[in-house]
């Protein structure tokens, strides 16, 4: 028999967000919360100081909130349960933080002393997604972020230019405009006299 897969329900993002300013701890591991300001995802029980409601966006699970470029808090470290997390994890991830664009080898998880395999079972266990799985929702995550900040820069640019196109044919008019009317009142024998002839 075929194993049904489980979708997630829809969030309700005023009760997850009432639940957020309470730390309402029936709410731990129902959803996740992302800080458009600072880019960091937390637990509804995170003690750092709650977000203005505008800038939270709510994911079902951590996976999601790393594809949407948001990287786990320091404080609540949402991708572990309290005392539960193992060193392998913790060095793991502390890897992929410093740099969250690195497509992981074996001769990487050598160099940490971890071997993939165990790397994969752990993170499997943890968080319902392997390692790699993991590193590439972050490095996707930061690729999407990057495009995101180019876009806005782009239409920033692009909003600058036409301004300056704009404003560039109105000056064009006013020179065009004096240049005409200094030299009908004469302006060459105003500056014949300053010279001193």
Known sequence: MKRME??????DHDRCYTALLGRDADYDGVFYVGVKT????????????????ENCEFFVDAQAALLAAYRPCARCRP???PNETSDV????????????????????FDALAVHASTARRQFRKRFGMTFVEYARARRLGSAFKAIRA?????????KSASRQRFNGSRST???SRRTTSEVSLGCDSGRQRAHGR
């Not at 180019?150 to 640019?157: F, G, L, Q």
């Open 173 to 175: 008019a006013a020179t």
């Open 79 to 81: 991708l572990s349960h």
């Open 6 to 11: 489980q979708t997630p329900l829809p969030l």
């Open 150 to 158: 180019v876009e806005a820069c782009t239409a920033s640019a692009s």
């Open 38 to 53: 600072t880019g960091i995802f937390c637990r509804p029980t995170c003690p750092a100081r709650k977000p203005k409601r």
């Open 89 to 108: 994890v913790r060095r793991l991830v502390a890897a992929v933080e410093r740099e969250p664009l690195k497509r992981w080898r074996d001769a990487d």
